[in-house]
């Protein structure tokens, strides 16, 4: 036979597998089509679905994809008003099982559902020495018990490509609501949609494991949550829940944001725990795991207790125009909480904006040990109900460039939702603060009045070191030396000389706490 040959086969819910596949004479089972196709030398094979289709499960699924010979597969609904469905409720089985090297290529209108196992990754799909492709359909309403990855699971040597299509209303009792990587495998969305699924201990949408790696190039990643589910227990052992609503970066994992969304995600720590619990709404970062930030905004997103948009125990980087705005979290870091001795944010650029919290750090808060580094972008209009608006460091922080200002407290019943904002709009704003020209002609353009709690910055047991940037408000310290201030003094500011007798060479002002 032709290797160039290609072949489409046909199968619906009213198909008989005695046919011959073709649309006039459908097939019942996808089996009965891959019996067809298998051994063959196609170069690919299409399978287009009619209708519901539950047919009874093979040896590790509803349908495997698996054994040699086979070509690249291509499944896809009929159309918009005649979509495909796998559905595998009531067997307790996932839904497609993909291994031994074989390639699944998911089309527009189909929809993979019904999938539920207990002890075995990806309810949905389970990618195990394989490759999905995703460039639409739906993968929804599939669940594992203990188990990880309640839509997708990405086993060693697997890999996962979205390019399109929506994961939803997923559930992992225990990891990775929408889809777990495991260690080894690669996940790389391009587009598309993860959306409402839940997770009873960490990432509601994704969980990168360790060794495994996620590049999100475009797409939406929203309205996923993370604990709330009661108490977790494994073995008797009550385990802290509630970490990265959006995406968990394991140890020795690496997630990159090269642009999208990661919004309105939700970390819920379970009743009475105020450790790392409901923590990291957006994206919470382990020790020893790796989040780079290039493009892209993390807004929106809720912690019952640390780090709305990111909580890093690890390395976390935003660069260009990585944007971390409007997220809140209820004890501390609205926009970022870092902690643990391997914990460091640098930020090379981007924008942390409008970020707030009920305790300290209404932009980052830097926990005892851990590293914050500024060398560009901007923090501005951020808020913090007990103490700095802008930046709270516990641990040692180094400021040599960007610009924070106008972080003015703001009141919970004044604090606004998201604006349409456009990246135009933002970079003209963070010109105006940067540029030396337009500061020099307008002085006070990032002054603001400031209400209840003036500090933008508190330095409690940490040290900080400024030898850059623009900063512009009052100072909070628990005592004199804990912060070294090298810039030259600008030709418009009038140097002042605190009650603690530290002299401020720019526009921040040393008050006393």
């Known amino acids: 036979m032709n290797e160039n040959t290609e072949i489409t086969l046909f199968v619906s819910e009213n198909g008989d597998d005695r046919n ?8 019942w089972s996808i089996a009965a089509a891959l019996g067809k196709i298998g051994g063959k030398s ?3 094979a299409e399978i287009v679905i009619t209708g519901t289709i539950t047919e009874p499960a093979a040896r590790k699924a509803m349908v495997d994809i698996c054994g040699k010979g086979l070509p690249p597969v291509f499944l896809r609904g009929e159309s918009p008003e005649q979509p495909g469905i796998l559905n595998a409720e009531g067997l307790n089985r996932q839904v497609l099982h993909i291994s031994d090297g074989n390639s699944l290529c998911l089309g527009d209108n189909i929809v993979i559902r019904g999938g539920s196992v207990n002890g075995n990754g990806g309810a949905g799909v389970c990618i195990q020495g394989g490759t999905l492709i995703m460039e639409g359909g739906e993968i929804s309403d599939n669940d594992t018990g203990v188990g990880m990855g309640g839509g997708v699971y990405v086993g060693k040597d697997s890999e996962f490509i979205m390019r399109g299509g929506a994961i939803t209303r997923n559930n992992s009792k225990m990891f990775g609501g ?5 260690e080894g495998g ?9 959306a409402g699924n839940r997770a009873a201990i960490s990432g509601g949408a994704v969980y990168v494991g360790e060794d495994a790696e996620f590049a999100l190039h475009d797409g939406t990643i929203e309205e996923n949550q993370a604990g709330g589910q009661g108490d977790v227990k494994i073995g008797g052992i009550r385990i802290s829940s509630g970490k990265g609503g959006g995406v968990y970066v394991d140890d ?4 990159t944001m090269y642009d999208g969304l990661i919004r309105k995600n939700r970390a819920m720590a379970a009743q009475g725990e105020a450790q790392n619990g409901g923590s990291g709404a957006g994206v919470y970062v382990a020790e020893g795991g790796r989040f780079t930030c290039l493009l892209g905004d993390i807004a929106e997103n809720s912690a019952s207790n640390w780090g709305g948009g990111v909580y890093t125990e690890g390395a976390f980087t935003a660069d260009s125009l990585a944007m971390i705005s409007y997220n809140e979290a209820g004890l501390g870091g609205g926009g970022i909480q870092i902690a643990g001795k391997a914990g460091a944010f640098t930020m090379k650029g981007g924008y942390v904006a409008h970020n707030s919290t009920c305790g300290c750090g209404g932009a980052v808060n830097a926990l005892i040990d851990s590293v914050f580094s500024m060398e560009d972008g901007a923090i501005a209009k951020n808020t913090a109900d007990v103490m700095g608006n802008a930046l709270a460091i516990f641990g040692k922080a180094c400021i040599s460039g960007g610009a924070v200002f106008d972080n003015n407290y703001i009141p919970p019943q004044d604090r606004q939702a998201k604006p349409d904002e456009t990246i135009s709009d933002i970079l003209k704003r963070i010109r105006e ?11 006070a353009i990032n002054m603001g009045t400031r209400r209840e709690h003036p500090a933008i910055l508190l330095v409690d047991t940490g040290k900080l070191s400024i030898s850059g940037g623009i900063l512009e408000g009052a100072v909070a310290m628990t005592k004199p030396g804990q912060m070294e201030d090298t810039r030259p003094i600008p030709s418009h500011s009038v140097p002042e000389r605190g009650k603690d007798g530290i002299r401020d060479p720019g526009n921040l002002r040393i008050q006393e706490r």
Do not use: H, Q, W
Not at 178 to 182: E, K, L, N, R
Not at 252 to 255: C, E, K, N, P
């Open 42 to 44: 196609y170069k690919k």
């Open 186 to 194: 690669v996940f790389t969305m391009r587009d598309g949609c993860i």
């Open 20 to 27: 011959d596949g073709s649309r006039e004479k459908p097939l």
């Open 433 to 443: 603060i940067i540029d030396p020209e337009l500061r020099e002609a307008n002085p």
């Open 178 to 182: 929408g889809v777990f990587a495991d």
């Open 252 to 255: 020795g994992a690496a997630f």
